[in-house]
């Protein structure tokens, strides 16, 4: 069964049936005082994540890999199911290089709307995902949420709720950004911090709750902040009418980037940031 909590994975039997029926039928959507639950434990044999997850290849010197990931562009095969109830998303050296990696319910090419997408979420939403990050420096890991329903002329929200650096092992952060015709509205920024008294390495459970209204994050439970600054510029969609996608990320950053701290990885890898359930209940 992995590393979760009994406990949790037995809170939400009683809805799996219903979730995995919406699920094959497209994105999530919670009927009036209703609520949905779909979560992945990621158990059975290793090898590929399966539906819904779209793990990104982005092949160095090509367009597929984008400017924050050319440090270690995402490799496939650096996403995989550890066969005992985890999902290990990697980075590694390769050759005098880097690969990382990315798995999502939609593929990132910087292009709004994806192209390739599966199941998406309509606020009101909240989302959990247990996960401990590598040790090493210079690693950028990342649970994180994008608008896939928008054009980019129209707006997008990106909705990061655990952008940890791993040269700051104590630290947490959370990032509230808002994209116009692919430019960021500064006025739209919202930050959250928090420092631990575990490292990165050690299991947490991150936890994000997001309504028609606000953002709210929390870590081990513990609170993190709220901000209600998601009002968008007059008429474009409003936060209500984003349906959001996920993102599982392990990226390599280049010394010169923010996300490194200007380090380099230490040894030769794997650096694994290894997650033990993801949980979207909607409604």
Not at 65 to 93: D, E
Not at 232 to 259: C, E, R, T
């Amino acid at each position: 069964m992995g590393l979760r909590s009994r406990g949790v994975l037995l809170s939400v039997v009683g809805v799996l049936a219903c979730a995995l029926i919406a699920l094959c039928s497209g994105p999530l959507v919670a009927g009036a005082g209703a609520a949905t639950t779909w979560t992945d434990n990621f158990d059975g044999p290793a090898g590929a994540p399966g539906y819904p997850w779209l793990v990104l290849d982005a092949k160095p010197g090509t367009s597929a890999c984008k400017s924050f990931m050319s440090g270690s562009c995402p490799a496939a095969n650096n996403v995989f199911k550890s066969g005992n109830g985890t999902l290990i998303v990697r980075s590694r050296r390769e050759g005098t290089g880097y690969r990382g990696a990315m798995v999502g319910t939609f593929k990132y090419t910087g292009f709004w709307p994806p192209a390739s997408k599966t199941v998406s979420w309509k606020p009101p939403f909240t989302v959990k995902v247990r996960a401990r990050m590598p040790t090493s420096p210079a690693l950028w890991t990342n649970a994180w949420f994008m608008t896939t329903n928008q054009t980019a002329s129209a707006g997008n929200f990106e909705l990061d709720m655990a952008e940890e650096r791993t040269f700051q092992q104590y630290n947490h952060n959370t990032y509230l950004h808002y994209f116009r015709g692919s430019t960021k509205v500064s006025a739209l920024d919202w930050t959250c911090k928090m420092t631990f008294a575990s490292p990165l390495s050690s299991l947490k459970v991150y936890k994000m709750t997001v309504t028609s209204t606000s953002l709210t994050t929390w870590v081990d439970d513990r609170f993190c902040g709220t901000t209600k600054n998601v009002t968008v510029p007059s008429g474009l969609p409003p936060l209500s009418s984003h349906a959001f996608g996920i993102l599982l990320q392990n990226l390599v950053a280049k010394p010169d980037m923010w996300a490194s701290g200007g380090y380099k990885p230490s040894g030769a890898g794997p650096w694994d940031m290894v997650v033990d359930y993801v949980t979207v209940t909607q409604g």
